[in-house]
Each structure stands twice: as C-alpha cells, then as structure tokens.
C-alpha cells in the first residue's frame, strides 16, 4: 500500500524558514515527479512546485519561485521543499503528491498519490 507521510510544519514568523519532508512507502517513486501542493481555508489546492525523478528539472509556481526550494533523495523515496522569506499568505496545508505519470504536471489532477498534509502557518 503507498502511503506518503509529510513532515516539518509549524509556526514561523513573517520573514523566516522551513524545511518540509516526505518520505513515501509502499513502491519506488525514483523513475517519478514528486511535487507539493498547497490549501489555504476557503481556497482550492494549488500548485507550489514539482521535481522530475532524477532531481535534474524541477518547476515552481510563480509565487514561491526563488523562494522556495524542491528536492528529493531517490534512495530515502523521499521529496522536500526548503522554504524560506516566508509570508503570511504563504500559510496553508501542504500536500506531497507524486504520480506514475512521466509528466511534471502543476494540476492536482495530474497525481495518484496523496499525503495526509503538514500546516504551515506563517505569523507574528
């Protein structure tokens, strides 16, 4: 059975960083895009960034670009999003998602799998 488990949210204040983690069980997800996702209440999931299974090409949702940081370590099946400059907009509950698709798609619809969710909330 594939399970995705997320890791490392929290409170951080305006300006600050975090680092999440997702490790994935079940099946190998090395030959496959990982991606994150995120939903703010009363708001639809959207896209925050994808990384294509050998770590080389990773895309990034224009408002987290430069600020945010996707990778991933093949032989832990896991994905990470290194986030820093945080704002409070940037406050929501943060999905891993990957898929068995050779496509780096930035729509939810594009993945199978999904994790439980880590909250983020950014505050003073």
């Known amino acids: 059975q594939v399970q995705l488990v997320e890791s490392g949210g929290g409170l951080v204040q305006p300006g600050g960083s975090l680092a999440l983690s997702c490790a994935a069980s079940g099946r190998s997800f090395s030959d496959y895009p990982m991606a994150w996702f995120r939903q703010a209440p009363g708001n639809e999931r959207e896209f925050v960034a994808v990384?294509?299974?050998?770590?080389?090409?990773?895309n990034y949702a224009g408002s987290v670009k430069d600020r945010f940081t996707i990778s991933r370590d093949n032989a832990k099946n896991a994905v990470y999003l290194q986030m820093k400059s945080l704002k409070p907009e940037d406050t929501a509950v943060y999905y891993c998602a990957t898929t068995t698709q050779m496509v780096l798609g930035i729509s939810s619809s594009a993945y199978e799998y999904w994790g439980q969710g880590t909250q983020v909330t950014v505050s003073s």
């Open positions: 990384i294509g299974g050998s770590g080389r090409v990773a």
